[in-house]
């Protein structure tokens, strides 16, 4: 690894915790030692962690199933998290290395002034030499807590500070080309070049013993951040090593995804995977030709229909007839005021072109 490299580390549930939902010491002691030893050579390191829930539950649940409506969660997650950040600060103590909690939530991405606070927090933390330890904010972000996960949370960490490396530690090898569970001749796919669907057909919608992610969420999660640039792996978190193996491209450890050679603007990366969409608009072929190959602005002339309700500056998902995803951006005007039939409805300084990352 390059000393001047910022590398972000999301490790997820069943890798944090033991079968039982307690916090398994043991991985979290590991992935520090790597971590601090990444720290020695001179890289900078941000953990995403997950985990709050299931440890919260192991706290107060009493060995009962674990609840499934969003107050319980929120709640559980206030009593896991700062048993979580005890545990990580027990960990990174043994090297005499502090560590810093950063609560994100959707809000955090989806408006320009707090993506820009966070991302100064977090370089600030990078700066006093602490290791930013980033989990999302479970106990007032109940959306999060039923449809996301911390896979999609650590891409877009990655792409906020400008990473060189995305590291998803998980309980499984990598990506396989099939289901071990179901087929004993299953092998690990050592790189990924392009993100396709049969790919994402292979990944399936399988989930570990616990947490919201799955690989379907990480082949999302990088495709986000190679998109944005940055390089991706998703390898075993119980294995000697883990993350100092990936860095230093150990044989057979993990799954590489290739990062594009052009990466986008942090203005432009906020717009395309940060930026909550409030609208739909679906263009015709025309406007589909100016958009992908001639990168030019949407003309309202392009536009077929519009969905949602949305005001200038709102971001936009722009489909195709098909209703393929095509481009995202920034509307220009509001949705429920009349436009020229030539004004432009989203200018491509305000445009991402997205259709060959799908």
């Excluded at 995403?48 to 539950?57: E, F, H, P």
């Excluded at 098909?322 to 300084?349: I, M, Q, T």
Aim: glycine fraction near 8%; hydrophobic fraction near 45%.
């Amino acid at each position: 690894m390059a000393t001047t490299e910022t590398v972000v580390v999301k490790i997820g549930t069943s890798s944090v915790t033991t079968a039982t939902g307690q916090i398994d010491h043991e991985v979290l002691n590991w992935l520090a030692r790597d971590v601090c030893e990444l720290r020695a050579q001179g890289g900078r390191v941000v953990l995403v962690t997950s985990g709050a829930i299931t440890a919260g539950w192991a706290e107060v649940g009493a060995q009962r199933p674990r609840p499934s409506d969003a107050v319980t969660l929120q709640a559980v997650s206030a009593v896991g998290q700062p048993l979580l950040m005890q545990a990580w600060r027990r960990a990174f103590s043994a090297s005499d290395v502090s560590v810093g909690q950063v609560l994100l939530a959707p809000l955090d991405f989806a408006h320009r002034a707090q993506y820009l606070h966070a991302r100064g927090t977090i370089n600030a933390l990078l700066d006093l030499g602490v290791v930013p330890i980033i989990n999302e904010n479970d106990a007032v972000a109940d959306e999060e807590i039923r449809y996301g996960d911390n896979d999609r949370l650590a891409a877009l960490v990655a792409n906020l500070v400008a990473a060189q490396l995305l590291v998803l530690l998980t309980d499984t090898a990598g990506l396989l080309t099939a289901d071990p569970a179901l087929d004993p001749t299953a092998s690990l796919i050592e790189e990924v070049v392009a993100i396709d669907r049969g790919l994402e057909a292979l990944a399936g919608l399988s989930h570990g013993r616990v947490g919201s992610g799955g690989m379907s969420s990480k082949l999302a999660a990088a495709r986000i951040a190679t998109w944005s640039g940055v390089e991706t792996v998703i390898a075993p978190a119980r294995c000697e090593r883990p993350l100092l193996a990936v860095t230093e491209r150990t044989a057979g450890v993990g799954t590489r995804f290739v990062a594009r050679t052009e990466r986008l603007s942090a203005r432009k990366a906020w717009i395309a995977f940060a930026a909550a969409s409030r609208g739909r608009v679906v263009i015709n072929e025309g406007a589909v030709s100016a958009l992908v190959h001639s990168g030019r602005s949407l003309l309202s002339v392009g536009v077929l229909s519009s969905s949602g309700s949305f005001v200038d500056g709102d971001a936009l998902d722009i489909v195709d007839e098909a209703g393929a995803l095509v481009a995202k951006g920034l509307a220009r005007f509001s949705s429920d005021a009349s436009s020229p039939f030539d004004e432009v409805y989203v200018h491509r300084d305000d445009l991402v072109v997205l259709q060959s990352a799908q």
